[in-house]
């Protein structure tokens, strides 16, 4: 197509306020690292700088866990905190400063409490205080946390997915504790049965609060003001032609110059198992799946402005978290985790609001609510976890220029040495399950091994040497993460002495 179809096409999309996706190569995630997680998930991820370190926590059911993060990507665990009951999981994670003090506030899901923790020096955390959900708050089944600074005091906003729905504001003190402002109960008008998501914007000095109704399939619009109180702007619910809102999920916004816009991302109702009550208003048509982006006008309300439709060229598919990676006077970078689609999607986002896919990675594992961005120095990172009790990982990329593997395959190259005391049956069963892989994982396109045979004496008492071809990074990811390769891992690792690992990539024959 040349470039003057290729103008004309995106000015029809634009006028429409609707686009097909078509890729455009710009950046790729590249992993740096992953670690085990002390907990059965991760089903939260936030990041903070404190004193020029980097840390990262990570909520999983009935703990947290924190790590350093270093200019390279490499995660080290710090410590493990244990949430109220050794409940949770720790669904909605925000880290601040409170007027010279830094806490994280954690929704506390099954616990129906809101925990506040101060961040020590070390990164470490220290339970300053518990707010328990009455029949007053909102709290119940605790998902997503805001908070919002005002002139002279600093607020925290909660929503859930209780039985009572609602959205409630509390007055964040210097020593971390919790005072109830306002809570407005759900009704058939805004939005706020489900929070899952929520956004926050300054206009013309002015400060408002928008919030994604997963259960009511919209979004809605609130004007907070310094007492910490708020009223109801406008609300936008879902429909099949300029937005897709059914099982509203992800929000978040970026703002160019004085215009600001909303993204709003949805994990549709289709992708839940349908005799289960979890989904209250069952009378949904599945229509697609896309991002919605929403102008936000003079009076803080959203204006419905484009949408970005999924194809088979992206992984829109379940999206449960989309992070602005990076940010220029013209454009924005954002990525967009899926659960469904199990993959990171990049993103771009102009000054017109118009959204256009770059590339996407397969992580090989779901993303629930686990995704943060987080910068060191001129590097961006995001930090990702899954909500899949089998995986246990946390998991650092990169984003950076896309490299260009046209022509090239993947080497992974895994080379054992076992245990003295391993018996010939176990280490046969060992390469057997190895070979098996191939046929449980069809992203593997070869794979061989054999047993050292070489004389020179520098093979380090490594006997075994496995090489699986892949065609991609995605081949190789969805391998590092599949139920099969961890199953095998668990297997074999009580007769493994070492492991030594390289990849590399090489033009096909």
């Not at 160019?256 to 009550?277: A, E």
Request: charged share 20%; proline share 2%; glycine share 8%.
């Amino acid at each position: 197509m040349n470039r003057i179809k290729a103008n004309l096409l995106t000015f029809i999309f634009f006028l429409s306020g609707i686009c097909i996706a078509q890729v455009s190569d710009d950046l790729m995630l590249y992993r740096k690292d992953f670690k085990n997680i002390s907990g059965d998930n991760t089903v939260s991820v936030t990041s903070y700088e404190k004193n020029g370190a980097h840390y990262v926590y990570a909520g999983g059911v009935g703990n947290i866990d924190v790590y350093s993060l270093d200019k390279n990507g490499i995660l080290t665990l710090i410590s493990n905190h244990e949430l109220h009951m050794q409940k949770g999981p720790a669904r909605g994670m925000v880290a601040d400063n409170i007027n010279g003090t830094d806490f994280l506030f954690v929704a506390n899901k099954y616990g129906n409490v809101i925990e506040t923790f101060k961040i020590l020096n070390t990164g470490s955390l220290d339970r300053v205080s518990l707010v328990e959900d009455t029949n007053k708050t909102h709290l119940g089944t605790a998902i997503t946390l805001q908070v919002v600074h005002m002139k002279t005091s600093s607020y925290l906003f909660v929503g859930g997915l209780e039985e009572t729905p609602g959205l409630s504001c509390f007055k964040i003190q210097n020593d971390g504790k919790l005072s109830h402002i306002q809570s407005m109960q759900d009704d058939e008008n805004i939005h706020t049965d489900g929070i899952i998501g929520m956004y926050t914007i300054k206009k013309n000095g002015k400060t408002y609060l928008y919030t994604g109704g997963f259960q009511d399939n919209g979004v809605s619009s609130f004007r907070v003001y310094e007492n910490g109180n708020f009223k109801n702007i406008n609300n936008i619910s879902d429909n099949d032609s300029d937005r897709y809102l059914t099982g509203a999920y992800p929000v978040t916004g970026v703002t160019f110059g004085d215009t600001n816009y909303v993204i709003v991302g949805h994990r549709h109702h289709k992708y839940y198992d349908p005799t289960t009550n979890f989904i209250k208003k069952k009378n949904f048509i599945y229509h697609g799946d896309g991002v919605s982006v929403f102008k936000i006008n003079k009076k803080g309300a959203l204006i419905p402005h484009f949408v970005l439709k999924d194809n088979e060229n992206t992984k829109l598919a379940g999206q449960t978290r989309i992070e602005v990676i990076s940010k220029n006077d013209t454009k924005a970078v954002l990525a967009v985790g899926t659960r469904d689609d199990a993959s990171i999607q990049l993103l771009n986002i102009n000054s017109e609001g118009i959204l256009t896919p770059s590339n996407h990675l397969e992580t090989g594992y779901s993303i629930y609510y686990g995704l943060k961005s987080h910068k060191i120095d001129k590097k961006n990172f995001l930090i990702a976890g899954s909500n899949q009790f089998d995986l246990k990982k946390i998991v650092s990329y990169e984003i950076s220029p896309k490299i260009n593997r046209k022509g090239k395959v993947l080497r992974h190259i895994v080379n054992l040495k076992y245990k003295d005391n391993a018996t010939k049956q176990q280490i046969k069963e060992a390469e057997e399950a190895f070979v098996n892989l191939k046929n449980e994982i069809p992203e593997i396109s070869h794979i061989e091994w054999g047993i050292n045979d070489s004389e020179e004496g520098a093979s380090k008492d490594f006997t075994h040497t496995f090489t699986l071809t892949f065609d991609d990074e995605h081949g190789r990811e969805i391998y590092l993460f599949h139920k099969a390769h961890l199953d095998l891992v668990s297997k074999v690792g009580p007769i493994i002495a070492d492991v030594f690992v390289m990849d590399y990539w090489t033009t096909t024959n």
